[in-house]
Nanobody, 112 residues
Framework: QVQLVESGGGLVQPGGSLTLSCAAS????????MGWYRQAPGKQRELVAE?????STNYADSVKGRFTISRDKNILWLQINSPKPEDTAVYYC????????WGRGTQVTVSS
């Protein structure tokens, strides 16, 4: 199975930037997409961005133009630019969709 470990979370000010990374190990073949999800307290987990094995991307409307997902070999990144307070959440690395594999999450807090 695929093992996913996130890193890079922390406190960031509005107008700043932050880059999350996810290191994948194990069997990584036959995974159509990898992505980032997030969950804030009291809210459902939601898709932030995903990327296929061919590089096609899909973003939530709320982050379009501000977040960038990228992938290279066994590493997945999420570049967060111009963060907003509503971006505060635990961010999870995912492989294979909601029924696939998950990392344990990394906290991102946006505050001035």
């Amino acid at each position: 199975q695929v093992q996913l470990v996130e890193s890079g979370g922390g406190l960031v000010q509005p107008g700043g930037s932050l880059t999350l990374s996810c290191a994948a190990s194990g069997i990584i073949f036959n995974i159509y997409a990898m992505g980032w999800y997030r969950q804030a307290p009291g809210k459902q987990r939601e898709l932030v961005a995903e990327i296929t094995s061919t590089g096609s991307t899909n973003y939530a409307d709320s982050v379009k133009g501000r977040f960038t997902i990228s992938r290279d070999k066994n590493i997945l990144w999420l570049q967060i630019n111009s963060p907003k307070p509503e971006d505060t959440a635990v961010y999870y690395c995912n492989a294979g969709g909601v029924s696939g594999q998950w990392g344990r999450g990394t906290q991102v807090t946006v505050s001035s």
